[in-house]
């Protein structure tokens, strides 16, 4: 870390700063804004991510009739699975908020309990994700059947794959919380996990209410 | 002007320091964990059964899921509209915009083509 003393340098729009009055030391100052980039840039990658997620949800808008004659969402649809599946996701956001909170109170246990229950619903929501396309699949309504299906295997699954992405990703935050403790680098990746979670769940509440409770209705 | 703008900024995700008191970061954790289990039953009350009038349901869905959004971005992602938080919320503001044009413009669009074109099957027919 040698941009302690060069800040100004690295920094030339005080992007992070404090108006040049403060008590904060300048490493401190340093450290503060270099947090604020690297969670602003992980903002700005979930947005475009967002944008990516608003495409396949645009395909699929435009293809939920495209059934070529096969099963719509009326027929496919399992809504109580949708609904343990919503609990899962819903419940390990507010789990990785207060393994959040573990952190700023430099508490590890609340830090690993709070990452480790969210590992577990994480998990189960990947099962259940799991035994609903196969289950499709077993009643060829896989994604070749239509374009219906091809767009709702890719919505989903697309998502099921960020979900996937995102529990690797906090198995390895809590090793390195494990193995370095609570440096400013290894928090600023906790930061950008956290934002990820919570992004993928918002993602899932446009999923839940376009795709499967709008499908179920139609 | 300056003297506000010149107030340091904040990760999204991250909450103001001086916030940071357990109880405090638990209550808005929870508060906002009712409210999206709250809007996440109605969603579902609202579209497994005869309650609502049936044309209106999936208007009523999408402004449940756009309020539960909101409930998710406020409590868990602790967006805010204060100083320290205009540019994650300008951020924000430009993708919402940008997934709304791609999606609304491609329902219209393709709504059109599919009244300009003949029905799939008859298309098919005369391929043959």
Redesign the interface.
């Known amino acids: 870390m040698s941009g302690h003393h060069s800040t100004a340098g690295m920094d030339p729009n005080h992007?992070?700063?404090?108006?040049?009055s403060?008590p904060p030391s300048h490493a401190a100052r340093a450290a503060?804004s270099k947090?604020?980039i690297?969670?602003?840039g992980?903002?700005?990658f979930l947005?475009?991510d967002?944008?990516m997620f608003?495409?396949f949800?645009?395909?699929y808008?435009?293809l939920t009739d495209?059934t070529a004659k096969g099963p719509s969402g009326r027929d496919l649809f399992d809504?109580h699975g949708v609904?343990w599946e919503?609990a899962c996701l819903?419940?390990s956001?507010?789990t990785s908020?207060?393994a959040?909170?573990g952190v700023?109170?430099r508490r590890k246990s609340w830090f690993y309990g709070g990452m480790a229950v969210t590992f577990v619903l994480g998990a189960t929501f990947l099962g259940l994700e799991l035994r609903e396309f196969t289950s499709l699949v077993a009643r060829d309504a896989g994604p070749s059947r239509s374009a219906f299906l091809s767009a709702f295997f890719t919505l989903v699954g697309c998502h099921g794959l960020h979900v996937t992405a995102g529990l690797l990703w906090l198995l390895t935050m809590m090793a390195q919380v494990w193995a370095k403790g609570f440096r400013p680098d290894i928090l600023r990746r906790v930061?950008c996990f956290?934002?990820f979670w919570?992004?993928l769940?918002?993602v899932w509440?446009?999923l839940?209410?376009?795709v499967y409770?709008?499908g179920?209705?139609r | 002007m300056s003297e506000h703008a010149?107030?340091?900024?904040?990760?999204?995700?991250?909450?103001p320091i001086d916030d940071?008191e357990?109880a405090k970061?638990?209550r808005g954790?929870?508060i906002?964990?009712g409210l999206?289990?709250l809007l996440?039953v109605v969603?579902?009350v609202?579209?497994?059964t005869g309650w609502v009038w049936?044309p209106s349901?999936?208007i009523a869905?999408?402004v449940?899921?756009v309020a539960?959004?909101g409930v998710?971005?406020v409590f868990?992602?602790h967006i805010t509209t204060g100083p320290d938080n205009v540019?994650?919320v300008m951020?924000?503001a430009?993708?919402v915009l940008?997934?709304f044009l791609?999606?609304a413009?491609?329902?219209w669009i393709?709504s059109h083509l599919n009244q300009n074109m003949l029905p799939?099957d008859q298309i098919m027919q005369m391929q043959r």
């Open positions: 992007i992070g700063h404090a108006g040049g403060g503060g947090r604020v690297a969670g602003y992980f903002w700005i947005l475009s967002i944008i608003a495409a949800f645009a395909s808008a435009v495209a809504l609904a919503t819903l419940l956001s507010f908020g207060i959040t909170i700023w109170a930061l956290s934002l919570h992004a769940d918002i509440v446009a839940f209410s376009v409770l709008m179920a209705g | 010149r107030q340091a900024d904040i990760a999204p995700g991250d909450e940071r357990i970061g638990v954790y929870l906002g964990l999206a289990t996440t969603s579902f609202v579209a497994g049936a349901i999936p869905l999408a449940l899921a539960q959004m998710h971005l868990f992602l540019n994650n951020a924000l430009f993708g940008i997934v791609v999606i413009g491609s329902l393709v799939m």
